[in-house]
């Protein structure tokens, strides 16, 4: 069973950046796509950004295009989430996971809230 670890969050202002961090317990996630998914309160769980694993090809909803980058290190078993130019409609729960679907057991998330 991969463990999802998520790391970096917490409270900056609007404008401001956050480089958010997910470590894997295992190599598994280096043969798949992986991405970062948002959970506002009462909304449902959003894919925020995704890189495949061969190439880096990178994808990003319009919401987030132009301000978040997300990159991995598959020799550290990291996923990195660098987010800028943050609003705060970005405020929520960030986790990582396969995607384009999350088919791992979900971590426990790290905590973004934007203030205006």
């Known amino acids: 069973q991969v463990k999802l670890v998520e790391s970096g969050g917490g409270l900056v202002q609007a404008g401001g950046s956050l480089r958010l961090a997910c470590e894997t317990s295992t190599r598994t996630p280096s043969m798949s796509a992986m991405g970062w998914y948002r959970q506002a309160p009462g909304m449902e769980r959003e894919l925020v950004a995704y890189?495949?694993?061969?190439?880096?090809?990178?994808n990003y909803p319009d919401t987030t295009k132009g301000r978040f980058t997300i990159s991995r290190d598959d020799a550290k078993n990291t996923v990195y989430l660098q987010m800028n130019n943050l609003k705060p409609e970005d405020t929520g729960v960030y986790y990582c996971?396969?995607?384009?679907?999350?088919?791992?057991?979900w971590g426990q998330g790290t905590q973004v809230t934007v203030s205006s």
């Open positions: 890189i495949v694993s061969s190439g880096g090809r990178t």
């Open positions: 996971n396969t995607a384009p679907r999350g088919l791992l057991a």
